[in-house]
């Protein structure tokens, strides 16, 4: 019997350091491919899924959808709240796009206040749909900091879909940020479907 134990000591003492390694690893490794305000993926992890998915559509025969949200009024938030409210803002909605999308979905943190997400298997008209789902959630939701409320909080969304829209990731990200810019400049809170004529569009 304490022969027994003295093996299981041995074997906890040779684990031990293996799980902690392992568990070191997982958090590295989500270090690198996560934003650590939102908790949503970060760009470079968004850019390899969405070139990643668009070769699997390409065998497959799917489309893969592209949602492009930018929120409308960050600047005056942080403005008039300071930036710790704006880091609220992002944290929350951040949450609100972890509840709202499928466990396939990939949602990321694109860039300061704007963000995306990769749809696989949804048409253009799903995504589209989604996004109005999404448009209406955000503009329903109290943001709240400091025991004040922030806002409202409106976001103006670009959508595009595989293969109709685009064929690569960089199409894709340029025809769905131009449909969520011409959507701010129009007065936001709205959704726009990506045009081909945005080729030459940018920021």
């Not at 009024?73 to 909605?93: T, W």
């Not at 400091?146 to 064929?167: F, H, Q």
């Amino acid at each position: 019997m304490e022969e027994t134990s003295k093996i299981g000591v041995s074997i906890a003492e040779h684990v031990a350091p293996a799980l902690s390694n392992l568990n070191l690893r997982d958090k590295l490794r989500s270090q690198a491919i996560r934003d650590p305000l939102t908790g949503l993926f970060n760009r470079r992890y968004m850019e390899e899924t969405l070139d990643r998915e668009i070769r699997r559509a390409a065998r497959h025969k799917y489309s893969v959808g592209v949602i492009m949200i930018d929120i409308d009024q960050m600047k005056p938030i942080n403005d008039r709240y300071g930036h710790d409210a704006g880091d609220v803002v992002l944290r929350q909605f951040g949450g609100l796009m972890r509840k709202t999308f499928r466990g396939e979905d990939v949602a990321c943190r694109y860039g300061g206040d704007e963000f995306m997400i990769i749809m696989p298997e949804a048409s253009l008209s799903d995504v589209w749909q989604k996004a109005e789902n999404l448009r209406e959630m955000i503009k329903r939701t109290q943001f709240e900091y400091d025991g004040k409320l922030i806002g409202p909080v409106t976001v103006s969304i670009g959508v595009a879909a595989y293969p109709e829209l685009g064929s690569t990731v960089e199409r894709l990200i340029q025809v769905s940020d131009a449909a969520a810019y011409l959507a701010k400049r129009e007065g936001g809170d709205r959704v726009m479907i990506a045009r081909i004529s945005d080729e030459n569009n940018s920021k």
